[in-house]
């Protein structure tokens, strides 16, 4: 039972052009997601967040969008940068659910490459 | 600013062998996390701890044991080393407060023959 679905394994995207990244989940109990970034070799990064009372959250080149009805998140990367190529991964949680633990579900990852 | 702190970074174990994962925080955080990620999978998370001495399942706990005997150490001990569990290890630590992120360590790359 995949309760938060990356559909796209791979995206490839010329410089200066805009990266779009999407993520499905299931769960409704889900009210707070992130998006992690990870290069080869290292642990993932967090690089931005959203909650589920938001439908937008911006923070410089990245911009996460939230369709609570639809259950879909997408990261929008403008413009995107070879330094942007890595594995990137949804995450959710629910932030209610305090005595969980802030457990987060990850995402299968989609490989962005920015082609200079 | 060392943040999250895993060793050893590369292992190889043969069946049947046991090991302990090492991960050390310094920021203090309350909670910590102990995930496995397989090829072309995403993070799955084996243990959970929100405090020195409180420890609980995540998903997939089988096979690994865990414990926290202080804020800033959560070892993940594997007992009976299975092919199964060659995978990258991550260890993640964070503040209670469920908007605070989690931060991650390095890794550990673990081969089990």
């Known amino acids: 039972d995949q309760q938060v679905k990356q559909n796209s394994p791979s995206l490839s995207v010329q410089e200066g052009r805009i990266s779009i990244l999407n993520c499905d989940y299931t769960?409704?109990?889900?009210?707070?997601f992130l998006w992690y970034k990870k290069y080869p070799a290292e642990g993932p990064t967090f690089l931005i967040s959203?909650?589920?009372?938001?439908d937008k959250n911006e923070d410089g080149r990245f911009t996460v969008f939230l369709n609570k009805s639809a259950k879909h998140l997408s990261l929008h990367i403008v413009p995107s940068q070879p330094g942007d190529s890595a594995v990137y991964f949804c995450?959710?949680?629910?932030?209610?659910?305090?005595?969980?633990?802030?457990?987060?579900?990850f995402g299968e990852g989609t490989q962005l490459t920015v082609n200079p | 600013n060392a943040g999250v702190t895993q060793t050893p970074k590369f292992r190889i174990l043969k069946i049947g062998q046991s090991m302990t994962l090492q991960c050390t925080q310094d920021m203090n955080h309350n909670y910590m996390y102990w995930y496995r990620q397989d090829p072309g999978m995403g993070l799955k998370l084996i243990y959970y701890s929100v405090g020195a001495g409180i420890t609980d399942k995540g998903e997939v706990p089988n096979g690994y044991n865990v414990s926290r005997s202080t804020t800033e150490d959560f070892p993940l001990r594997l007992e009976l080393a299975a092919p199964s569990q060659t995978s990258v290890y991550f260890c993640a630590s964070s503040y209670p407060r469920g908007d605070q992120p989690q931060h991650f360590g390095d890794g550990t790359r673990l081969s089990i023959l």
């Open positions: 995450a959710a949680k629910g932030v209610r659910r305090e005595t969980s633990g802030s457990r987060l579900t």
């Open positions: 769960n409704s109990m889900f009210d707070y």
């Open positions: 959203i909650s589920s009372i938001k």
